[in-house]
T-cell receptor, first 113, second 113 residues
Framework: AQSVAQPEDQVNVAEGNPLTVKCTYS??????LFWYVQYPNRGLQFLLKYITGDNLVKGSYGFEAEFNKSQTSFHLKKPSALVSDSALYFCAVSDNYGQNFVFGPGTRLSVLP | DAEITQSPRHKITETGRQVTLACHQT?????MFWYRQDLGHGLRLIHYSYGVQDTNKGEVSDGYSVSRSNTEDLPLTLESAASSQTSVYFCASSDGGRVYEQYFGPGTRLTVT
């Protein structure tokens, strides 16, 4: 069975600084990896995914994520954080075809002005 | 534009009552999912469906049921509501084909008193 860990409950970063939200996973077979963002009182919004190909994946709102197979990690990054990026971020893994999704516990990102 | 909607957005009910939460998607997706979100637990899968007449139990299915009579709808029923079922409920869908990510509805906040 697959699993996802997000080792940080909370990440604080100053506006304009780079940000990283960490995610590690465990899955048998090829991993399908996803990042979602949740703003207050809203549903989850899809940011980006890794299915195959380049290890650096670019997504919405200037976010990108780096897939590292040897470290079983899929960290979310952004070169310059905005206050509006403050939200709850979820990493997810699926084994095939997006059916068996497992979500991490979430990381709350606070970008300080 | 295609979308996924949930109703009601807020519901207060009494212990022991039957409650049904609606989920409707216009993406024509085969796969539909119900999750609950609780502090400290992230998102947990309740039930899911891979197509009409198909339903499957997720991680926390006790006390819940679903039925899939058409592609667009997957209603979630709480047979006899309990205070432990106070939560925010999210419906999601995915097409299970070349596009893997799940699309989420806005959520239903359910309070069981």
């Amino acid at each position: 069975a697959q699993s996802v860990a997000q080792p940080e409950d909370q990440v604080n970063v100053a506006e304009g600084n780079p940000l990283t939200v960490k995610c590690t996973y465990s899955v048998s077979g090829n991993p399908y990896l996803f990042w979602y963002v949740q703003y207050p009182n809203r549903g989850l919004q899809f940011l980006l995914k890794y299915i195959t190909g380049d290890n650096l994946v670019k997504g919405s709102y200037g976010f990108e994520a780096e897939f590292n197979k040897s470290q079983t990690s899929f960290h979310l990054k952004k070169p310059s954080a905005l206050v509006s990026d403050s939200a709850l971020y979820f990493c997810a893994v699926s084994d095939n075809y997006g059916q068996n999704f497992v979500f991490g516990p979430g990381t709350r990102l606070s970008v300080l002005p | 534009d295609a979308e996924i909607t949930q109703s009601p957005r807020h519901k207060i009910t009494e212990t022991g009552r039957q409650v049904t939460l609606a989920c409707h998607q216009t993406w024509n997706h085969n796969n539909m999912f119900w999750y609950r979100q609780d502090l400290g637990h992230g998102l947990r899968l309740i039930h899911y469906s891979y197509g009409v007449q198909d339903t499957n139990k997720g991680e926390v299915s006790d006390g819940y049921s679903v039925s899939r009579s058409n592609t667009e709808d997957l209603p979630l029923t709480l047979e006899s509501a309990a205070s432990s079922q106070t939560s925010v409920y999210f419906c999601a869908s995915s097409d299970g084909g070349r596009v893997y990510e799940q699309y989420f509805g806005p959520g239903t906040r359910l309070t069981v008193t």
